[in-house]
């Protein structure tokens, strides 16, 4: 991961900008730089990925143009190699591309990228900043507007606290110009239904979801995976294994008292004969990390917090004592094929909107946790399962197809890599999410801590001070509490609480967790 900032003005002093900037260090902790690009600022905290010497260092600059972006453009060296005879590289660093690109393409070169990107160009030509950030939002990236109307750009939210009265979300798939945001890409809408057989459609999620995951593999410094013991990192890791013909090193974290997905992890481990490591987090530590985890996140949502307290504990792990500086993880399989809940769809059609509004959505919730839980630890996740051609392919299929009419959960995903690839138990394992199947204790534990913050009416009379988004339990006030002290004003950063879909039979619950839904079945075993 990196970090970057965009000023549109001066009107900021830099001795400011360097403070607000500082919040996200540890982003990028091997180098940083602010640069003055004549009528603002372009600031950037690089983590060595690719290229690692110096000559990656960003910002790039080209007859004027500046650029810092926070992202991997996969692909790069085909590219770079077409516009080699009209550019002169100085370094190995994909994001070198960007600034050639632009000179070729201008705004068009958004909508060519197969990347996970968030960038600020600054143009010299028209004396303005450009940004823009991908199709799905992988890469975070926050906007504002300062006292004097002009704009400002950032990696993380807590960049602008203090300097913007209203911070936003930068909107995925589109790009900042000439004082408006532009779609370019709209990643969940289908322009066509694809209806192919079971077999070609389970032939060519395997193929895409492979391809998305070797190009993944590309990276100049040491990469790791995080494996739940679930369907979908436990796929990652075995597509891994196969392509690299080598152990790969693979992590996984659990409560110390009741972890469920830590013996399933295991399991798969020893199958891909993977360089396995356990960690355990206890009850303390989880209630001590409680603030840290939502002052990092910038969220008070109940789902994206519970889950992100078991990815940053076990991230801090291997950031202590590994030397790991990717990570690979299962992000977004949920999002395509479906969760616990959406087993109660009523229609076809009813499956694939929900899938829409989360896909739009992600970068709120689980896009937005694997980031922070990652770069705050000074790592950078990659997310095969958001590979630009799978997703847009998925997305397509008939949604009749994905819904469960098989008796299992994500059955295409599933019967796709049928063989070889995992042990049967695995593959064909009931869905548990990570905030239950850490260990059941660990929600039970936040729940009992905030009962013990607030009498009835207290949390009756506290939780009305909040208009937009109300917290519904006392859990969910603890937290937009925390929230409030970091981020004051802001909840309009989040769409509202991630919960199942109460219009749906089945789905009108008070807590996100799968534990409370009549499907649950054997997922906690």
Known sequence: MC???????????????????????????????????????????????????????????????????????YGFRALREKLAGK?????????????????????????????????????????????ARDPI??????????????????????NLTGLCR???????????????????????????V??????????????KLTAGVEKRLDADAPLGFLLSGGLDSSLV??????????????????MDTDAIDLKYARQTAEYLRADHTEVYMTRQEVLDSLETVIALLGTYDITTIRASLGM????????????????????????????????????????????????????????????????????????????????KYVMAVDPEMKRNTYGIGKYLLRRAFEG????????????????DAVGHSMVDDLKACAETRYTDAEFEARRRQYDFARPFTKESLLYREIFEKYYPGQAKMVVDFWMPNRAWEGCDVDDPSARVLSNYGASGQ
């Open 237 to 254: 890791c075995a597509i891994a294994a196969k392509k690299l013909g080598r152990p790969i090193r693979t992590f996984a974290i659990g």
């Open 166 to 192: 209203e911070i936003r979300p930068f909107p995925p798939g589109c790009y900042y110009a000439h004082g408006e945001f532009v779609r370019y890409c709209d990643i969940a809408a289908v322009d066509a």
């Open 137 to 158: 939002g992988i890469r975070p990236l926050y906007c504002g507007a300062l006292d004097d109307g002009s704009m400002v750009f950032a990696s993380e939210a807590k």
């Open 312 to 391: 940053y504990l076990c991230c801090k792990a291997i950031h202590e004592r590994t030397d790991i500086r990717v990570l690979m993880t299962g992000e977004i399989s949920d999002e395509l094929f479906g969760y616990k809940y959406t087993d109660f769809a009523p229609s076809a059609a009813a499956f694939q909107q929900e899938a829409q509004k989360r896909i739009r959505e992600l970068h709120m919730y689980d896009v937005l946790r694997a980031d922070r839980c990652i770069s705050v630890n000074s790592l950078e996740a990659r997310v095969p399962f958001g590979d630009l051609d799978f997703v």
């Open 3 to 73: 970090a970057i900032m965009g000023f549109s003005s001066k009107s900021v002093p830099l001795d400011t900008i360097r403070r607000q900037f500082e919040k996200t260090v540890s982003r990028g902790p091997d180098m940083s730089r602010i640069v003055d690009t004549g009528s603002g600022w372009l600031c950037f905290h690089r983590l060595a990925i690719m290229g690692l010497h110096e000559a990656g260092m960003q910002p790039f600059s080209l007859d004027g143009d500046w650029v810092v972006c926070n992202g991997e453009l």
């Open 194 to 207: 694809c209806y192919d057989d079971v077999e070609t459609i389970c032939r060519n999620i395997r193929e």
């Open 420 to 435: 070889d690839w995992l042990p049967h138990d695995i593959l064909y394992r009931e869905k548990a999410a990570f905030s």
């Open 87 to 131: 550019y002169t590289f100085q370094s190995g660093s994909d994001c070198e591309l960007l600034l050639p690109l632009y000179r070729e393409y201008g705004l068009e070169m958004f909508s060519m990228l197969d990347a996970e990107f968030a960038l600020v160009l600054y143009d010299h030509k028209s004396d303005s900043l450009i940004a």
